[in-house]
């Protein structure tokens, strides 16, 4: 009996003794359980033959098959695959022996230390020192090298099952022995790497044998691992230390792989999502660029069509068609002109962030070809409204020298109509003294009329021959009319001497006519004079130096506006004196002139100078506006430019500011419509210029564009800036230093550096810059040479230092992975490993395999990983 004990106080230890636990101390003291032994010997046996019939053999009797020493050198060179020392091949006991002592000293050189162990009680087929021997071989070779999080061999292989079975309910692994009695621990393992071979929702915890036996019949059948366990007529069901934790072992050697796998795939996963987002935004913008460009393409034939209308209403046409676009086509445009150039800024960012190549357009739709083609839109817009604006001077002149024409013709026609026959009646013959003498008076003034219309007349036949020069499109029926009012003048200058004698019969008549010319010319003088003060005001120059003296113009033109109804009624009340005079006249049937021969000032001057004082109070009204809003705009660029170099802080913060700012400018947009509105009454009252302001409605689009898109470019700096800040992993603190040191080396404060003094900048870093290495990084941050350096490419330098980003070699080792370190990858590892649409993605664009070992159906997993970093022509 002391002889049994002694031979059964075989120890093994490592190095570092990591093995010898409060579990084993549990499992040694069953050393002399018969049961015990049973279950070491299945579960040792099943793991020996596991590993020997890769070399296409086994055992049946652990203590008998390995007395010789051969299968067991064969098994330790399967598990560790390396040769060991040529066994003795005779079949006395010192060469089994010595086989067994080769075996024992390879283990012993793996840093095994055996204690009580010797050659002897393995070739005399002692079963507790060979299934000691046995032990300490799966301790080395397969837990010893188990490693999860920092903790290797038994803690890690627990930590690897605490980790696999947390989800699961009625499991909870603390140990070796214990947690697994139920047979749920084993089942759980299965079900979360193959859930397709188990359905764990109708296992029951009250079933342990059957839990047990279907967990190793299922690694068994599909997972290639034997059965080592044995659960059959045991009431009470204790798995042994040894037998669950080597049993266990396989199964996280058998997984290892499917999680290598996983995480390749993840990778792969990863990086072409990001591919795969990158080429949407190319497609998008792509669409958004053509159809920019084709709207352009459109709009520029049209505003270069310079086809002129021969009538002012077909040249009104044109304007409203122009406003319309002005109003309502264009300014969406140049939304989307700005977004568009926002989208490839973003793009090329996250290309740069993600280790991509650069961005490039099709031919043509470069944002630079964008520009120029907005260039050549705007040029043509300008043009076209220059022509259109001198086509309605030219149109308008023809058209008011035809209107004058008519109207002096007509005034004309109807002041000598049935003139030649009351020069020819006898009338005067029989009328009364009174009669006569106002006839007489009435030839009298008709004589005076006679010679004031020799001026009209030749008017009339001056204008009709500047309507020919104009090439008037109705020149025809100007002629004819100015050629029988020549005529009749003629006639009825021959006529006049004829009947002077019989017109004293008006005398009577004429007075009256004669008193209200004279009211008449007291009330017009006085209300001319008014008129020419008020064009004198309006056209007054206002030198101003603050808002406070503009406000004070303002107040004072709405004054003004306030004198205009009386003004008016004034105007009204001389105005029916002459329709007084008109009214006699008609009453009467005289034809006499309606001139007023106790006043220069007519009709026609009195209705043309009311028209000039509301004409320059819309400019004076549109200029007190515009001097408000042109300063405003140009005060928010310099904010918005100071801003973009002088804001610290967060860059959230930042962001928030100019959020700020935008949305003020946006509230300030019913300013620049009520001008819009105060524009187009000046337009359609024809007013061409406006000496009261320098500013234009030109100037002040052109300034509210400039100052949307330079505040929308302003964000999304600061969006690239977080973009990039995130992706890189750079703290607010460093964003701040390089904010620092980019503005401390700005010495123009206009947001670029030079090249000495991005050198400078560069050495105050720690940079030892030699010329070649400052030539390297100068053509990362000035590829186009322009001799300065903005902030954003700074930041890229900066963080494109120490940025840590997925390679081409990376994504090439992950495909290998799932390849099985085959040179080509085939398409149902592809769809077996990785999602639908990606692996679909992968299928469409990887090339064929032409190289060594090529199958049917094999793609060059290499030149499409070289390709997603454009190294490749692919």
Not at 87 to 108: C, E, S
Not at 377 to 392: C, F, P, T, V
Not at 398 to 422: C, D, M, N, P, V
Not at 682 to 698: G, P, R, S
Request: proline residues 3%; contains cysteine.
């Amino acid at each position: 009996m002391n002889q049994i004990e002694t031979n059964m106080q075989y120890t093994y230890n490592y190095e570092e003794d990591e093995y010898m636990t409060q579990e084993e101390e549990w499992d040694r003291d069953l050393l002399l359980d018969p049961a015990w032994e049973k279950q070491q010997r299945k579960t040792f046996t099943a793991w020996c033959n596991s590993h020997l019939r890769k070399a296409g053999t086994q055992i049946e009797n652990i203590e008998e098959d390995f007395r010789n020493g051969l299968k067991l050198m064969l098994l330790l060179e399967v598990i560790s695959g390396e040769r060991l020392p040529k066994p003795d091949r005779g079949k006395m006991r010192f060469h089994k022996i010595a086989n067994v002592n080769k075996a024992l000293d390879y283990i012993a050189s793996k840093g095994v230390k055996l204690v009580s162990i010797g050659a002897e009680e393995i070739v005399d087929g002692n079963v507790k020192m060979t299934l000691g021997m046995i032990w300490t071989i799966i301790l080395r070779f397969a837990i010893q090298d188990i490693s999860v999080e920092e903790t290797s061999a038994k803690e890690g292989l627990l930590l690897w099952c605490q980790r696999k079975t947390a989800p699961y309910r009625n499991v909870n692994i603390q140990n070796f022995h214990l947690s697994w009695k139920d047979g749920l621990g084993l089942c759980a393992l299965i079900h979360r790497h193959r859930p397709d071979l188990i359905d764990y929702s109708k296992l029951n915890k009250d079933d342990p044998i059957g839990n047990i036996n279907l967990a190793m019949e299922i690694a068994e059948k599909h997972l290639d691992i034997p059965k080592m366990l044995d659960a059959e007529g045991e009431s009470h069901i204790i798995l042994k230390f040894r037998a669950i934790m080597t049993y266990v072992s396989c199964f996280y050697h058998a997984f290892a792989g499917a999680e290598q796998a996983e995480t390749a795939a993840n990778r792969i996963c990863k990086v072409l999502a990001v591919n795969q987002e990158n080429e949407r935004l190319m497609e998008e913008y792509e669409r958004l660029a053509s159809e920019l460009l084709e709207w352009i393409r459109r709009t520029i034939p049209w505003l270069e069509n310079r086809t002129p209308e021969k009538t002012m209403q077909a040249m009104q046409k044109k304007l409203e068609d122009f406003r319309d676009y002005r109003r309502k086509h264009k300014p969406p445009k140049v939304q989307e002109k700005c977004q568009l150039e926002i989208n490839f800024n973003t793009l090329q960012t996250k290309l740069r962030i993600s280790n991509r190549p650069a961005f490039m357009p099709s031919e043509g739709k470069m944002v630079s070809d964008i520009a120029g083609a907005w260039q050549r839109l705007e040029q043509a817009e300008k043009g076209y409204e220059e022509w259109l604006l001198n086509e309605i001077r030219r149109l308008e002149r023809l058209e008011h020298l035809a209107e004058k024409f008519r109207q002096k013709a007509s005034t004309h026609e109807q002041w000598a109509y049935g003139k030649e026959q009351i020069l020819l009646q006898k009338d005067y013959e029989s009328a009364s003294l009174t009669e006569v003498r106002a006839m007489l008076r009435k030839h009298e003034a008709f004589e005076s009329d006679l010679a004031a219309h020799q001026d009209r007349v030749e008017q009339i036949a001056a204008i009709a021959q500047e309507l020919n020069e104009l090439d008037y499109h109705d020149a025809a029926s100007v002629n004819d009319r100015c050629q029988k009012i020549c005529d009749q003048w003629d006639s009825l200058g021959t006529l006049t001497q004829k009947r002077r004698e019989a017109l004293e019969r008006t005398e009577k008549l004429l007075e009256t006519i004669d008193q209200l010319h004279l009211e008449f010319a007291k009330r017009a003088a006085p209300f001319n004079n008014w008129m020419e003060g008020a064009m004198e005001d309006l056209q007054d120059m206002f030198i101003v130096h603050s808002i406070e003296e503009i406000q004070s113009l303002i107040s004072a033109h709405d004054q003004f506006k306030a004198t205009l109804p009386e003004a008016d009624g004034e105007r009204q009340a001389i105005l029916s004196i002459q329709n007084e005079v008109e009214k006699v006249i008609q009453s009467y049937s005289m034809r006499i002139s309606a001139s007023n021969p106790y006043s220069t000032v007519t009709v026609e001057e009195i209705r043309t100078k009311w028209e000039k004082v509301k004409q320059l109070r819309l400019r004076r009204q549109f200029a007190a506006q515009a001097n408000v809003i042109g300063p405003w705009i140009q005060t928010k660029m310099e904010e918005i430019a100071r801003s973009s170099i002088e804001m610290t802080g967060p860059l959230e913060d930042q962001m928030n500011q100019l959020k700020q700012y935008e949305q003020n400018i946006i509230n300030y947009k019913h300013n620049i419509d009520k001008l819009e509105g105060d524009h187009q009454l000046i337009q359609e009252a024809l007013v061409f210029d406006n000496k009261h302001t320098n500013y234009t409605m030109e100037h002040i689009r052109v300034g509210w564009e400039l100052l949307l898109t330079t505040i929308a470019r302003t964000i999304n700096e600061v969006e690239t800036q977080i973009l990039t800040r995130d992706a890189k992993g750079i703290t607010q603190e460093q964003m701040n230093d390089f904010r620092a040191s980019f503005n401390h080396f700005d010495r123009r404060k206009n947001g670029l550096m030079d090249h000495d003094d991005f050198r400078a900048c560069l050495i105050s870093m720690g940079y030892d810059l030699g010329e070649a290495e400052f030539a390297r990084i100068m053509s990362l941050v000035d590829p186009n040479g322009q001799g300065t350096v903005t902030f954003q490419s700074f930041i890229d330098f900066m963080t494109r230092e120490t940025a840590d980003t997925d390679t081409a070699e990376q994504v090439i080792a992950s495909f290998r992975i799932l390849a099985s370190d085959k040179p080509y990858i085939l398409a149902d590892e592809l769809r077996r490993e990785l999602p639908p649409e990606q692996a679909q993605y992968c299928i469409k664009r990887m090339p064929p395999y032409t190289g060594p070992g090529s199958v049917p159906g094999a793609l060059d997993y290499t030149s499409f990983s070289s390709a997603l970093y454009g190294e490749s022509d692919l």
